[in-house]
T-cell receptor, first 114, second 115 residues
Framework: AQTVTQSQPEMSVQEAETVTLSCTYDTSESDYYLFWYKQPPSRQMILVIR??????QNATENRFSVNFQKAAKSFSLKISDSQLGDAAMYFCAYRAYNNNDMRFGAGTRLTVKP | DAMVIQNPRYQVTQFGKPVTLSCSQT?????MYWYQQKSSQAPKLLFHYYDKDFNNEADTPDNFQSRRPNTSFCFLDIRSPGLGDAAMYLC??????????????FGPGTRLTVT
């Protein structure tokens, strides 16, 4: 069974600084997707960034980028120039290419200090 | 805008009184999911539909049922809510597995309170 592990229950960052959230996963599949979702307090879960396992290039979306290490089964999220609006729960998620299920990590609560 | 809509946003029910939560989508996605999320925890998948095919998670209690009358709508029925069922219920949709697209799109959730 696939598992997703986020080892940092809480992280904090100073506004305008950079923070990295960690995620590891376990799978025997060779083709899959990885995601980072953001869930602000009392607000909707939204997709931050997505990575296809067959792509070697790390995905980037504006201030958000990932470090995808397939051999190590590691998928970290880097947030650059952190903003107050980045404060949220961040969930790492995995989905096998041929499976409709998505597996979530336990989440990391990010606090941004002004 | 294409979206996932959940009604109601807040639902209060009495212990043991059946309750139905609804979800609709304008994305025309094949797959619809129901998750239970308790405070500061990861969403827990209850079940999902791939078109009309129902897929139940092994640890989902029998108390939870679902219906999908058409592509756009999906319902979560809790037959006899207990205090432990108080949670946020999230509906999500996605395209079918494969290169068509893999991410899930979430609704705003329904917060269920059991009194």
């Amino acid at each position: 069974a696939q598992t997703v592990t986020q080892s940092q229950p809480e992280m904090s960052v100073q506004e305008a600084e950079t923070v990295t959230l960690s995620c590891t996963y376990d799978t025997s599949e060779s083709d899959y997707y990885l995601f980072w979702y953001k869930q602000p307090p009392s607000r909707q879960m939204i997709l931050v960034i997505r990575q296809e396992a067959y792509k070697q290039q790390n995905a980037t979306e504006n201030r958000f980028s990932v470090n995808f290490q397939k051999a190590a089964k590691s998928f970290s999220l880097k947030i650059s120039d952190s903003q107050l609006g980045d404060a949220a729960m961040y969930f790492c998620a995995y989905r096998a290419y041929n499976n409709n299920d998505m597996r979530f990590g336990a989440g990391t609560r990010l606090t941004v200090k002004p | 805008d294409a979206m996932v809509i959940q009604n109601p946003r807040y639902q209060v029910t009495q212990f043991g009184k059946p309750v139905t939560l609804s979800c609709s989508q304008t994305l025309n996605h094949n797959v619809m999911y129901w998750y239970q999320q308790k405070s500061s925890q990861a969403p827990k998948l209850l079940f999902h539909y791939y078109d009309k095919d129902f897929n139940n998670e092994a640890d989902t209690p029998d108390n939870f049922q679902s219906r999908r009358p058409n592509t756009s709508f999906c319902f979560l029925d809790i037959r006899s809510p207990g205090l432990g069922d108080a949670a946020m219920y999230l509906c999500a949709t996605s395209a079918r597995a494969g290169r068509d697209g893999a991410e899930q799109y979430f609704g705003p959730g329904t917060r269920l309170t059991v009194t």
